[in-house]
């Protein structure tokens, strides 16, 4: 993990942790992306090899977004569903980044959270409802639709649409509350922590733009993303987020603490788990989902005989291919 060279006058994350013990700065803004919960099992969207549009070529989407695409999700819903089953979040349990997050709220540090993921996560770590916002809505309380694998249709009033969770689609407008809160919550901030996120998808990408320039801004990321680095008072904590953050809460004497609060917010969504009778030990890769979906759709879609046969030939080689690994 690399930090921003110090220079004297440029800011790092010493002195801004210096600045957070004499009270200067207590009010700290955050926004999240997919990055924060890798380490949770759920891989992110846009690495190269890691990330979830990589992996779904077998689909033969139009874009990599397609699946989130509402437009699309309307008359091609199996993708996002796959998509869904392998990704659902009461397979993951909270990363000490998440930890990271409650701690800075039990210490009376954390102004707001703006999250562009949809598990949940922030919440199971102990963070309360009134401090995040998840822009992108949350499939946390979805199970049954998503588990079975199947696309649910609604059936009110006869209507036969598909069942959609309460995420936010791409050609979809945001929570109502989001502009105001961001125009409050960047006014009062004493500092922007920006974890994981490849800063790609608006409006939540110019939200580091929009901040005052007088505040400091943070990043925890892999890679330098957005217009990070062109303020002189950036920091930029370049690595592993649950790294970057151990760091942060070891120069605020809080390590020790935050390996409490993650072990307790593990514990807790385990003893859920345990209260739902959760076994999901069983749970498809994202893989096995993908090829399933691949499958109906191509049913769905009536392809020739002769095309279907190759289709099956292929998944019967690619399941083959992932049984094989499996069994290693
Ligand atoms: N540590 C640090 N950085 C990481 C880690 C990690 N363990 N894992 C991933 N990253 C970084 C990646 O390098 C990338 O810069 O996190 C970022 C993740 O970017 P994306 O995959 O694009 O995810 P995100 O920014 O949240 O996507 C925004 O796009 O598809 C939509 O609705 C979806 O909310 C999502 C939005």
């Not at 006058?9 to 942790?17: Q, R, V, Y």
Request: hydrophobic letters at 40%; glycine letters at 8%; proline letters at 6%.
């Amino acid at each position: 993990m690399s930090t921003t060279p110090s220079s004297p006058d440029k800011p790092t994350l010493s002195t801004i942790t210096a600045s957070i013990h004499r009270g200067a700065i207590k009010n700290i803004v955050v926004l999240v992306g997919a990055g924060l919960s890798t380490s949770s099992g759920l891989p992110d969207f846009r690495s190269p090899d890691t990330g979830l549009y990589a992996k779904l070529s077998a689909l033969a989407l139009p874009y990599p977004e397609a699946p989130f695409h509402i437009s699309y999700f309307n008359h091609t819903p199996e993708p996002f569903y796959a998509i869904a089953r392998a990704r659902h979040p009461m397979n993951a349990k909270p990363a000490v980044g998440h930890a990271f997050l409650a701690l800075l709220e039990r210490r009376g540090m954390l102004g707001y959270i703006f999250s562009q993921n949809v598990d949940g996560l922030e919440r199971d770590a102990g963070v309360s409802e009134e401090k995040v916002l998840n822009v992108h809505g949350s499939w946390k309380d979805q199970h049954c639709a998503i588990l079975s694998g199947t696309v649910p249709i609604c059936l009110k009033d006869g209507c036969g649409g598909n069942v959609k969770p309460d995420i936010v689609m791409f050609g979809e407008s945001l929570p109502g509350e989001f502009a105001g809160k961001e125009e409050e919550m960047l006014s009062q901030a004493d500092l922007l922590l920006v974890v994981g996120t490849s800063l790609k998808v608006a409006p939540l990408s110019e939200m580091p733009r929009k901040l005052p320039t007088h505040v400091p801004r943070v990043l925890v990321n892999r890679e330098i993303v957005g217009d990070f680095g062109s303020r002189e008072n950036d920091v930029l904590v370049l690595g592993d987020c649950d790294d970057g953050l151990r760091e942060f809460a070891r120069k605020l004497g809080l390590e020790e603490e935050l390996e409490i609060v993650w072990k307790d917010a593990v514990k807790r969504k385990e003893a859920e788990l345990e209260r739902d009778n959760w076994d999901d030990g069983n749970a498809p890769t994202l893989e096995e989902c993908v090829a399933s979906a691949a499958e109906k759709m191509n049913m769905r879609m009536g392809v020739s005989e002769g095309h279907r046969r190759m289709l099956q030939g292929h998944l019967a080689d690619k399941m083959a291919g992932i049984m094989a690994k499996r069994a290693q």
